[in-house]
């Protein structure tokens, strides 16, 4: 996990607040994820950024909003939180978003919406 | 499109053993490939990559990978499992074509190492 922190480890949230997840690198990565796993699902993709300012929709992004104003922090809002958004949320970096370059991934953070 | 499938939901193995986690993949183009193990609670750590060239390729912890272009698999083996060896593995890939595109995960094996 070195290099990428995510906090809190746990979050607890009532259906319909806000929650923001915190993701910080210094690992001077340009590339920066967030990924959400649920259980027999895998990985799946939420936002993903290469550069500062600049951030594209991954396959499930709805209910979800980013911003990246520093290189080194990628922080997630969880919008209107559902129960359904109840899950475990991984952050990543990578030097850049070359396709060879292998992802470094932060201990996560566990989402339970009440 | 690009996927990737990991047949196996787990894998049991007796500590000593040789293990395989197998994975097999769908890209257009030529693949990129990885291998990453989670442990509980935890964040995915990377394990080994294919890029190009020799289609044997080793990784951390004594883990390594073949690729297989005809059988478009990359399976990660391991000569003598260990206990600690137990955990969630999960396989990606990335089309080399191209300036995009992202990772595909598969669903993870569980690997069971037993005294």
């Known amino acids: 996990d070195g290099g990428i922190t995510q906090s809190p480890k746990y979050l607890f949230r009532k259906e319909g607040q806000n929650v923001t997840l915190s993701c910080e690198q210094n690992?001077?990565?340009?590339?920066m994820y967030w990924y959400r796993q649920d259980p027999g699902q895998g990985l799946r993709l939420i936002y993903y950024?290469?550069?500062?300012?600049?951030?594209q929709k991954g396959d499930i992004a709805e209910g979800y909003s980013v911003s990246r104003e520093k290189k080194e922090s990628f922080p997630l809002t969880v919008t209107s939180a559902q129960k359904n958004q109840t899950s475990f949320y991984l952050c990543a970096s990578s030097i850049d978003q070359g396709r060879y370059n292998e992802q470094f991934f932060g201990p996560g953070t566990r989402l339970t919406v009440l | 499109a690009q996927s990737v499938a990991q047949p196996e939901d787990q894998v049991n193995v007796a500590e000593g053993n040789p293990l395989t986690v197998k994975c097999t993949y769908s890209?257009?183009?030529?693949?990129?490939l990885f291998w990453y193990v989670q442990y509980p609670n935890r964040g995915l750590q990377f394990l080994l990559k294919y890029i190009t060239g020799d289609n044997l390729v080793k990784g951390s912890y004594g883990f390594e990978a073949e690729f297989n272009k005809s059988q478009t698999s990359f399976h990660l083996k391991k000569p003598s499992a260990l206990v600690s060896d137990s955990a969630l593995y999960f396989c990606?890939?990335?089309?080399?074509?191209?300036?995009?595109?992202?990772?595909?995960f598969g669903k993870g094996t569980k690997l069971s190492v037993k005294p």
């Open positions: 950024s290469q550069i500062v300012n600049d951030f």
């Open positions: 690992l001077n990565h340009d590339a």
């Open positions: 890209v257009s183009g030529n693949p990129y």
């Open positions: 990606a890939v990335r089309d080399a074509r191209g300036s995009q595109g992202n990772l595909i």
